[in-house]
C-alpha cells in the first residue's frame, strides 16, 4: 500500500504561482512513476505531468512551459511548479504513484481567478 498527501493548493490571479508537494509514504517501488492529474467537474481526468524515479519527465501539451515537475527521492516527494497560471488552469489535481500497483491521492484544489 502506499498513501499519498498532497499539499500546497490554493486561490491565485491569473498570472501567478503555486507549488503543489505531494508526500508519498508506505511500500515505495525504487522503480516508479509520479505525477499529477487535473479534473474539473464534467470533465475527465487529465494528464498534467509526469516524472520517473530516473528524472525523465513529460508534459501536457497545456501546460508546457509554464509547469515543471520535479521529485526527491530521498523523501519520496513530488513536486509541480505551476507559473504563469491560467484561469482554465483551475481544477482538483490529483498525485498519483506508479509501481507495484497504482494509487491516487485525495486531490488539492487550484482554483485561478481572472
Known amino acids: 500500500q502506499v498513501q499519498l498527501v498532497e499539499s500546497g493548493g490554493g486561490l491565485v490571479q491569473a498570472g501567478g504561482s503555486l507549488r503543489l508537494s505531494c508526500a508519498a509514504s508506505g511500500v515505495i517501488s525504487s522503480i516508479n512513476t509520479m505525477g499529477w492529474n487535473r479534473q474539473v467537474p464534467g470533465k475527465y481526468r487529465e494528464l498534467v505531468a509526469t516524472i520517473t524515479s530516473s528524472g525523465s519527465a513529460d508534459y501536457a501539451d497545456s501546460v508546457k512551459g509554464r509547469f515543471t515537475i520535479s521529485r526527491d527521492n530521498n523523501l519520496n516527494t513530488v513536486y509541480l511548479q505551476m507559473n504563469s497560471l491560467k484561469p482554465e488552469d483551475t481544477g482538483v489535481y490529483y498525485c498519483?504513484?506508479?509501481?507495484?500497483?497504482?494509487?491516487w491521492g485525495r486531490g488539492t484544489q487550484v482554483t485561478v481567478s481572472s
Open positions: 498519483r504513484y506508479s509501481g507495484h500497483g497504482s494509487y
